[in-house]
């Protein structure tokens, strides 16, 4: 059986990255039940595990959905677009949410660190973004795709680190 569609070329990249990332989903969550105490007494870090979660469910989604058969690039593209701005959107929430209060927020130690955190979650949401306009516009938005997957997966697995070991020290 042969896959059909606008992605039918990168069903193998599909499948391995929805499987990678649905069980990096399953232990980061196992994970931050662990720690979970810990996590929620610190500010802003209940917001980063679910940001860290969205980010790989959101790769799981986007692999989902790249692997429907018989879908042209238009329906994809509208798919993409429809679940990279809700991710977006439900991240920059996240994000705001676990800002600290104004006067602190300006200090560079803060700037710098939501720097960081947007670097980290604007590489696994916006090359979704890019990607599904370019779909739209009649173009291959599937490398875009791509970058976003390993840019979610990155994101994700830096977020897990901080959420299981920077806590503890």
Same mark, same amino acid.
């Given at each position: ?129 890019? &990607? ?5 516009? &009649? ?11 390993? &840019? ?18």
């Amino acid at each position: 059986m042969t896959a059909t569609g606008v992605a039918s070329e990168w069903t193998d990249l599909f499948v391995a990255s929805a499987g990678a990332s649905a069980a990096l989903t399953g232990l980061v969550f196992v994970a931050v039940s662990i720690n979970l105490d810990r996590i929620l007494a610190l500010e802003g870090l209940p917001e980063r595990a679910l940001e860290t979660l969205l980010l790989l469910l959101g790769v799981v989604v986007v692999s989902l959905l790249a692997l429907a058969p018989n879908q042209g690039a238009t329906a994809l593209g509208l798919e993409l677009l429809v679940e990279s701005v809700a991710v977006i959107v439900l991240i920059a929430v996240l994000v705001r949410r676990s800002l600290p209060p104004p006067p602190e927020r300006w200090s560079p130690r803060w700037r710098k660190y939501t720097t960081w955190r947007l670097v980290l979650v604007g590489a696994g949401t916006v090359p979704f973004l890019v &990607g599904a306009l370019v779909l739209l516009a &009649g173009g291959d938005g599937l490398p875009w795709v791509l970058a976003g997957t390993i &840019g979610a997966i990155v994101g994700a697995v830096l977020n897990a680190w901080v959420l299981l070991v920077e806590i503890l020290r």
